[in-house]
């Protein structure tokens, strides 16, 4: 199991103080907080780990443009960052595709009790993902940026362009379609 400890936005509100006047150790530690976990969002969304490699330097390529052109992330760089990733992901690769079984995986492993994951544990990976791929592309988006990479909701409804309780909703339709997926099929009770 995969476990992201994501770093401090007030640290992080520093960092982009400084990354937005040039300050190239600023962009570094940026750079070394967020690698790992914008490239684990784009690997569980992608089969190749080339690609999510290949993702991952266009989004920190694009901040570090973004800086030199007085533009990029103002606030929230944790949200740019992931906003970047999904764009370019969808940009490239297409809003339908199915989320990996690593995700799936991973969402039954974790250690924070949440009642969603808790009703997934018995299930096996390859069903649960089976039947995310039915899902809306942005209600997969939310498990993906909930659950995986443990955003907060405000966090998420940024990312996705999308107000909180949008987020909430989709959460709650995406658990719930889940559910009588695998009722209608005899895999939960």
Known sequence: MIVLVLPDPQTDEVLLKRAR???????TMIYQRYVDAIYQFCRLRLQDPQQAEDITSHVFTTMIQGFAQGKGPQK???GWLFQVARNT???SYGRRDPLPIETIAQMEN???????QAAFTAIS???IRERIAQLSPDQQDVLLLRFDQQLSLRETADILGKNI???KALQF?????LRDLLQREGMMD
């Open 21 to 27: 006047t040039g300050d190239k150790s600023a962009m």
């Open 76 to 78: 929230h760089l944790r």
């Open 89 to 91: 992901l969808h940009d």
């Open 110 to 116: 974790l250690d924070s009790v949440h009642p969603e």
């Open 125 to 127: 990976a390859d069903a």
């Open 165 to 167: 309780n949008t987020v």
């Open 173 to 177: 339709k995406a658990v719930q379609r």
